[in-house]
């Protein structure tokens, strides 16, 4: 039996049937099971910020495993500690970190954190995703992943993503937080129009509400930058209250970071919260590898230009109506319903592709990508689009 039929056989049917059995990376690249290579221009999605099987990350896992693996939330370790430093140093104000092992859970404990405001109201964005926990769920807009699952934890207000007069409506004194996407992913990279971030925290501020970004997918350099954010500059002078990471952290370990300013630094107390793996050093030695390649390596200029060249390359296509995003997080829209397709017949050509919707493609490779790869890539983009069936 093959891995794909014993997958269906040996695991829960939650994703549908896997595109390929993969057996090894390096880089920006993939080998499946039968030897053929792939270009990976999903990254795990936004996961594989330093591709994959990187130097230092396998170092950096490597010996923390053989000196300390895991310790309780009993004890503090090095890396733990250090981690949570360099976040806060990052984003730039003072605050303190809670870990944990993924996106769903960094928001997790970013709502029960909101609760202890005393107030219940959350305002969130139709598009978002949170996550597929229920409390990161009741968060998530998306009915199809909601409604097999409610009732889910209420006092959750959905207004448009992007329209500030609607989050001005929907803000008042008894909410507690409004949770943002800085770039909304899983919608297929939405980017908000000018000023939105900025007013949602001008409104919070008034209303004496929380202002939480989610940046577990736009985090970490990704968009060219630590934190998407960092491109408003009214979020530099009054930062978020409350900011959470995962995918890209780890590098491909699990890890998922809330980090609070100011007084929201300090609402979880003694017993309200915890995870047994949450901080655990080996993970934490991971993202501090990651922070540091990013940071050795020059990669957010780095990112910043392939990310150009990425999106200019898929842009060159007539098939392409439109292209948008940040750095490595780029969206783009099709004249046409062929999404999968294009997934498929970049597969057949040689590139992990990823579609969000039925026209809708997001590319969200390793930050190393180089330039040599969006070449590959641009030369074999038409080829890719024409196999799909798009008509030119
Ligand atoms: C992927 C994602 C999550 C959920 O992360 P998991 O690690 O899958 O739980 C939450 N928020 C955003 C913005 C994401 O892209």
Redesign the pocket.
Known sequence: MSYQERYAASMMNTFGPPNAVLTRGSGARVWDDAGREYLDLLGG??VNALGHAHPAIVEAVTTQLQTLGHVSNFFATAPQVELAERLVALLGTPGKVFLSN????A?EAALKLTRRTGRTQVVAATGS?????MG?LSLTSKEAYRLPFEPLPGDVTFVPYGDAAALAEAVTQRTAAVVL?PIQ??AGVVVPPDGYLAAARDLTIRAGALLWL?E???GIGRTGRWFAHHAVPELLDAAPDLV?L??GLGGGIPI?ATIATGAAADLLEPGNHGSTYGGNPVACAAALAVLDTIAAEGLLDQVARTGKRLADAVAEAPEVAAVRGAGLMIGADLHADLGPAVVEAGREAGFILNSTGPRTLRFVPPLVLSDADVDAFAQAWPGILAAAGAPR
Do not use: L
């Not at 993924?102 to 859970?105: C, N």
């Not at 995703?129 to 926990?133: I, K, P, S, W």
């Open positions: 999605i936004a993924s996106g769903a859970e928001n995703f949170h996550g597929r926990t990161a996407e992913g899983e989610d577990v997918q736009t959470t995962a995918k998922g």
